[in-house]
């Protein structure tokens, strides 16, 4: 009876989910088969596009990096504020989610003022000496991975100070009174307790770099093209909404993938990750 009655409770979020989120995706993807060249007509004509398979590298290597210095900043980060002290906590995680409150496009513009030719950055360097011409860092791969960890190192922040706040301090003093030193204590006590809040992390990190538009778009440009500028391009641009749908097809599968495989990792660093 209780397994019924929570069924029939969760059945209107159940059935939103599935038809504002399951039948679009679904309805997106069976587009891609329905070509007259072949189901899987669309998928070739991607693979053995160089550009394309080019873009879609350069969208995993890029989501990968900014996956990777997120999770160090934000561990770092998380650590020091669920160590702080009670009043600072609250200043400390304030501090750190602040940007969330500006919306992705304005952040970006404010990297295109930092790092333009005429910019802050350039600006400062000539002045200082330290160069005598504009160094080109806008449109470049570096641009954008700066930008794409200062838009998500505060969503692994969020994840990672809760899960860090929930290890009780008489582990850490247990382990320091056994003669582990902080080294030890980090690698076999605080790290595997942390390894689910990593994973949440670095899923969300990794999925909304991946799916980023406006910050590749703005600060990226055609010479750093991704996915997501991809696809809006075959979409708004040339109107190929089947390409468009092809790249969405593909984006979804990998994301899917790449998720799987942190959980298979996570499994394997600790056995208790779900």
């Known amino acids: 009876m209780k397994r019924i009655a929570g069924w029939t409770l969760a059945s209107p979020a159940t059935l939103l989910v599935l038809l504002g989120l399951v039948a679009p995706v679904a309805a997106t993807i069976y587009t891609t088969f329905g070509t007259p060249g072949g189901p899987f007509s669309t998928y070739q004509a991607f693979f053995a596009s160089g ?3 080019t873009v879609l590298l350069r969208t995993i290597n890029v989501s990968l990096i900014v996956t990777v210095i997120a999770l160090v900043i934000g561990f770092v980060t998380a ?4 160590r702080a002290p009670s009043w600072l906590k609250s200043i400390l995680i304030v501090a750190a989610v602040f940007p969330l409150l500006t919306g992705v496009v304005v952040r970006s513009f404010a990297w295109l003022i930092i790092l333009g030719k005429n910019g802050i950055l350039n600006s400062t360097l000539i002045n200082l000496g330290i160069i005598t011409e504009p160094l080109q860092m806008l449109y470049t791969q570096g641009s954008v991975i700066l930008a794409m960890v200062y838009l998500f190192v505060p969503l692994m922040v969020l994840t ?24 030890a204590t980090f690698t076999q006590v605080i790290l595997p307790l942390a390894v689910p809040g990593l994973i949440v992390g ?52 990998i994301t899917i993938a790449i998720v799987a495989a942190m959980n298979a990792a996570a499994r394997r660093l600790n056995p208790m990750t779900v």
């Open 160 to 183: 990672l100070v809760g899960v860090l706040e929930a290890i009780p301090d008489d582990l850490i003093q247990a382990s320091a009174s056994l003669g582990a030193n902080s080294w």
């Open 202 to 253: 670095a899923v969300l990190v990794f999925t909304g770099s991946f799916t980023s538009y406006a910050t590749p778009q703005l600060l990226g440009g055609e010479q750093v093209m991704m996915m997501g500028t991809l696809m809006y391009q075959q979409a708004m641009v040339t109107f190929d909404w089947v390409s468009a749908s092809t790249i969405a097809a593909i984006m979804v599968v």
């Open 79 to 82: 650590y020091v504020v669920s």
């Open 51 to 53: 550009f394309r398979r």
